[in-house]
């Protein structure tokens, strides 16, 4: 019954190896959101999709490239991972993009590059 | 960019106290949020205001929406251990304008210890 579920909980991978985030939520919402936090609790959100479609980019590496294979899924693919990828990586989602809609968050996902 | 700052950083108060906390930008939002992130959880919407001057209250905290549109503040009363948390404004312009997409601003916490 969690609303917006992501796997795997941690990651602990090696400098230079690919590794992906999947998200899912089962609130019927339109827009789904990547965000990172780092070590000192942060918050940046990365990506934005609203019904499948990228709205945000936020400047972030195109070693990071979101999918969302239909509305209720965003995954998130990280090519050669490096030490300052390192955070917390959180999954949102809302009704739509429109201003002062509740962001339901995932528990996160820890990925640590050794 | 627009960014936010929160204050205090941290705070370490004895159960039962009063909290206050703020968070202040030098642009305008037309819709102020409060999320309580507990540890190893995602953020929790607490309270959200889309009105300058708005106060609305959700159990014992209570938020206002600043009059300038550039500043909000939260209140707890008689805290309890279970308040410990971070607790992040944050800010969108996009209430107004649906026209176009405006992003959520995170501010960078308060820090919240309760001690017993």
């Known amino acids: 019954d969690t609303a917006v579920s992501q796997t795997p909980k941690y990651l602990v991978t090696q400098m230079g190896n690919d590794k992906s985030i999947k998200c899912e939520q089962n609130?019927?919402?339109?827009?789904m959101y990547w965000y990172k936090q780092d070590s000192k609790k942060f918050l940046k959100i990365m990506f934005s999709?609203?019904?499948?479609?990228?709205?945000i980019n936020e400047t972030v590496p195109n070693r990071f490239s979101p999918k969302s294979p239909d509305k209720a899924h965003l995954n998130l693919h990280i090519n050669s991972l490096e030490l300052g990828d390192s955070a917390v990586y959180f999954c949102?989602?809302?009704?739509?993009?429109?201003?002062?809609?509740?962001?339901?968050f995932g528990p996160g996902t820890r990925l640590t590059v050794l | 960019g627009q960014q936010l700052n929160q204050s205090p950083q941290s705070m370490f108060i004895q159960e039962g106290e009063d909290v206050s906390m703020n968070c202040t930008s030098s642009?305008?939002?037309?819709?102020w949020l409060w999320y309580k992130q507990e540890p190893g959880e995602g953020p929790v919407l607490l309270i959200a205001?889309?009105?300058?001057?708005e106060l609305t209250s959700n159990g014992r905290l209570t938020a206002q929406f600043g009059i300038t549109r550039k500043d909000s503040f939260l209140n707890i009363s008689a805290s309890i251990p279970s308040d410990v948390g971070i607790y992040f404004c944050a800010g969108q312009l996009g209430q107004l304008m649906k026209t176009s997409y405006d992003k959520v601003i995170f501010g960078p916490g308060t820090s919240l210890s309760v001690i017993p």
């Open positions: 609130l019927g919402h339109d827009t």
């Open positions: 949102a989602s809302s009704q739509d993009l429109w201003g002062g809609d509740e962001q339901f």
């Open positions: 999709y609203n019904n499948k479609e990228l709205i």
């Open positions: 205001l889309y009105k300058a001057g």
């Open positions: 642009s305008i939002f037309n819709t």
